[in-house]
């Protein structure tokens, strides 16, 4: 009976301790897809910029450099909030 009693207690307090992480992490998942979503927008605005001076192949490779931070920023967000619940 008193272990059945000690384990709803860590239970009630493992909530109450999550929760916040849980937030936290949700909100850095956010700011990282909106400055992924800013990185791309500049990458593209290079592109345009290196096309009217007649040589946008340099700066194509930026847009892949973008997406590939985005998918491991992303990626890493999602992965850290399953190894910590």
């Not at 009693?5 to 998942?29: F, G, N, R, T």
């Not at 909106?34 to 194509?60: D, H, M, Q, S, T």
């Amino acid at each position: 009976m008193q272990s059945y009693l000690l384990a709803d207690e860590v239970e009630k307090y493992e909530k109450a301790y999550k929760q916040p992480l849980v937030e936290m992490i949700s909100y850095a998942l956010w700011i990282t897809v909106f400055i992924c979503a800013l990185g791309l927008i500049i990458a593209a605005a290079k592109i345009v910029v290196g096309y009217l001076e007649g040589n946008p192949r340099r700066e194509v490779f930026g847009v892949f450099w973008v997406m590939a931070g985005c998918l491991l920023a992303t990626s890493a967000t999602s992965i850290a909030t399953e190894l910590l619940f």
